[in-house]
């Protein structure tokens, strides 16, 4: 199971982190994903990190690098996106997900999805 | 950077079959994983590696990728199979999502 939190309101400029809670699978084990979905709009692949045994690695869409950052705390089993210079267009549901494998084929193959928490930037 | 293109919308009756595509450049050399989002709710995994399904899934769902083009088809469709359907594929070290399809069961 994931669930996110930490969505809401935020002024153009600023900054938000969301949190991912994993609960029922091995979370260092597993890589997680960031998804969002704006308004009226189609889903777009925000980041992930890795899992352990890749040093939680992480990469980003070209739209967010720079500016949204993931991190995880073992000991929480919950992963984190940290988002900052926040503009209107990050105005989304943010979703995380984890896929059902790490090998090729499985490692998009997003299984299990947080039901989303949802971020508006707006003045 | 990379491209997934699919038609805007697709039209079926009840029982017909439906047919999504997602164009990429070499699509065929990639895993292609494919979604259902319904308003409201958390997208579901429907189609991954090409074509097998995940447990719970439809035996009317299945998947095919070549060449430059991966498809969904959905035989039979039902009302249920209203949704929003979006491709997803790797490029190098990130992920792309195709615009997404809106199926309408007419």
């Known amino acids: 199971q994931l669930v996110e939190s930490g969505g809401g309101l935020v002024q153009p400029g600023g900054s938000l982190k969301l949190s991912c809670a994993a609960s029922?699978?091995?979370?260092?084990?597993?890589?997680i994903h960031w998804v969002r979905q704006a308004p009226g709009k189609g889903l777009e692949w925000v980041g992930l990190s890795r899992n352990k045994i890749n040093r939680y690695a992480t990469a980003y869409a070209a739209t967010v690098s720079g500016r949204f950052r993931i991190s995880r705390d073992e000991s929480k089993n919950t992963a984190y996106l940290q988002m900052n210079s926040l503009q209107i267009e990050d105005t989304a549901v943010y979703y995380c997900?984890?896929?059902?494998?790490?090998?090729?084929?499985?490692?998009?193959?997003?299984?299990?999805w947080g039901p989303g928490t949802l971020v508006t930037v707006s003045s | 950077s990379y491209e997934l293109t699919q038609p805007p919308s697709v039209s079926v009756s009840p029982g017909q079959t439906a047919t999504i595509s997602c164009s990429g450049s070499?699509?065929?050399?990639?895993?292609v994983c494919w979604y259902q989002k319904k308003a409201g709710q958390s997208p579901a995994l429907v189609i991954y590696?090409?074509?097998k399904r995940p447990s719970g899934i439809p035996e009317r769902f299945s998947g095919s990728n070549s060449g430059n083009t991966a498809a969904l088809t959905i035989s039979g469709t039902q009302a249920v199979d209203e949704a929003d359907y979006y491709c997803l594929a790797w490029d190098r070290s990130t992920l792309v999502f195709g615009g997404g399809t809106k199926l309408t069961v007419l």
């Open positions: 070499e699509l065929g050399n990639k895993y």
């Open positions: 590696q090409d074509d």
């Open positions: 029922g699978f091995s979370f260092s084990g597993s890589p």
């Open positions: 997900t984890r896929p059902l494998g790490v090998v090729a084929g499985t490692d998009e193959a997003f299984d299990i």
